[in-house]
């Protein structure tokens, strides 16, 4: 097979191929094996190949839906037996995992062949992948910008050309972030559906989840479905899924009313590009027969980030000092961005911590009530078009005084002042709107609708109810005919 003809299907197609006969799952390995020499160098996507193991697997037989479509997992919560996840720091680099993530055994079981891992910062705590361990992943759209983050890595090889879809995970953004940034569709799934197990039954209050990025949407429905197969049996709770599968609910699109909204819900700056994004896109859901009018909920979306901020430095701050108890890890093998937070998470004290979780309960009520009027929310998925590689890199001043402060045990000074909490505002100007799904857990997707006259690629942003996917997926499905994006591919 040709790379032309790889590219132009997706796994779903992939997949029909080698059930076929047509073509086999060596076939394919190699063909994306040859596709990721040819353009890693100029991306750093892919940093832990698993080139022996993905020929070994694709010489034995595969079942499954995607038997013998090659895939790339994301090296952060998504374990491999035997080999390290990095999870983009020093810290873990060499640490073999004992044990298959459970996403990762449901990707080995639907046949899917995994030939490596790829880039995220340090832990998946930017929107951006440019982690210290393993340099800056860049977009293939434009090589001075960013893929997004934290799933940048596995956008970037998506974007490129080098498999169809990828492993993706999202805590505050990390999986629609990059898929915006890179042109591709992207669906972070409700909480509880997909299995955060073996290590834990869910990730930071089940904010965060599994999920993939991918150039259409019947792989992503697909994907779901496998990963969704059956309940874990290590979860907090039983998620309802519905009666068909996604796929099917992919196919049975309806008439939608939604709300739409540009204006950033922290009061920062939007950029035009942004803001034609839904409008244009608000324009194509009515010539498409849905009802669009102007409407967002009434939430604090100030405190909000303030409050997902608090969980987020907590937990990496329990990391970071699990990491170091039990791998003798020291301070120079995390990043001083990781300190920061760090401090930042042990200076708040529980009854903070706690007001803070309380909350969350608050903002799921109050998106309750916009999904009472409206079947789902439209946004931006970014604030402004992909930013710079290294725009985005903390000041060197702060950086000069944090290392100080460090060094007498003050960091944690720096957390709680208005100083830090104009910084932690500063930080999520470029990706306001996609902090809110995760914190009440509903699902969200960002469909690639736009363009900036330079080609680079502007998602925007769908949040759902409970249960919503099917509803999510169905419309992007409508979109993706009305407008279709799989075909275009960056000049690389």
Not at 283 to 307: F, N, S, T
Not at 400 to 413: D, E, F, H, Q, W
């Given at each position: ?101 459970a ?12 030939f ?69 569709f ?9 299995p ?34 059956r ?5 907090p ?45 608000a ?25 997902f ?20 890890a ?21 009854p ?27 946004t ?19 950086r ?14 720096l ?50 109810p ?27």
């Open positions: 097979m040709e790379y032309a003809e790889y590219r132009a299907r997706d796994a779903v197609g992939l997949a029909a191929l080698v059930a076929d006969g047509e073509v086999s799952a060596a076939e394919l390995l190699e063909v994306a094996l040859a596709r990721a020499e040819a353009v890693d160098g100029k991306l750093n996507a892919i940093v832990r190949p698993m080139h022996d193991l993905a020929r070994e697997r694709a010489r034995t037989p595969l079942t499954g839906p995607f038997a013998g479509v090659p895939f790339l997992i994301k090296d952060l919560s998504q374990d491999y037996a035997g080999l390290p996840t990095g999870s983009g720091s020093r810290s873990l680099a060499h640490l073999p995992a004992e044990r298959h993530s996403v990762v055994e449901r990707w080995l079981e639907a046949g899917l062949v995994i490596g891992k790829t880039n995220t910062p340090e832990f998946g705590a930017k929107g951006i992948t440019e982690p210290e361990v393993n340099g800056p992943t860049r977009n293939p759209w434009d090589l001075t910008r960013t893929p997004g983050g934290s799933s940048g890595g596995s956008a970037a090889a998506v974007a490129a050309g080098v498999v169809p879809m990828a492993g993706a995970n999202d805590g505050g953004g990390s999986i629609r972030i990059p898929a915006a940034c890179c042109g591709l992207g669906l972070k799934p409700g909480r509880g559906l997909v955060a197990g073996p290590a834990a039954a869910e990730d930071l209050h089940g904010a965060a989840t599994n999920g993939a990025v991918s150039r259409t949407v019947r792989d992503s429905a697909a994907i779901l479905d496998v990963l969704t197969a309940p874990d049996p290590g979860g709770y039983l998620a309802a899924r519905p009666e068909l599968p996604y796929a099917e609910l992919a196919r049975r699109p309806r008439k939608l009313r939604i709300g739409f909204t540009t204006r950033s819900p922290i009061g920062t700056e939007v950029d035009p590009h942004a803001v034609a994004a839904v409008d244009e896109t324009k194509l859901l009515a010539h498409l027969g849905h009802e669009v009018e102007p409407a967002e909920p009434e939430i604090d979306h100030r405190q909000l980030a303030l409050d901020l608090a969980m987020w430095t907590t937990q990496l701050a329990q990391t970071v000092d699990e990491i170091r108890r039990t791998t003798g020291g301070p120079g093998d995390f990043e001083l961005d990781t300190h920061l937070l760090a401090a930042a998470g042990r200076s708040l004290p529980a903070r911590y706690f007001a803070a979780h309380q909350r969350w309960n608050t903002y799921s009520r109050q998106l309750a009530a916009f999904h009472d009027r409206y079947d789902l929310l439209l931006p998925t970014l604030a402004r078009p992909p930013v710079r590689l290294g725009e985005l890199d903390t000041p060197a001043p702060v000069t005084l944090a290392r100080g402060l460090m060094k007498v045990g003050l960091l944690g000074t957390a709680g002042t208005k100083a830090w909490e104009r910084a932690v505002i500063a930080n999520l100007a470029a990706t306001p709107y996609t902090q809110l799904a995760n914190i009440t857990g509903r699902p969200a997707m960002s469909v690639p609708t736009y363009r900036t006259p330079e080609g680079l690629p502007l998602g925007t942003q769908f949040v759902g409970l249960g919503g996917e099917g509803t999510l997926l169905a419309l992007a499905a409508q979109i993706e005919a009305e407008r279709p994006w799989a075909h275009l591919e960056p000049a690389l």
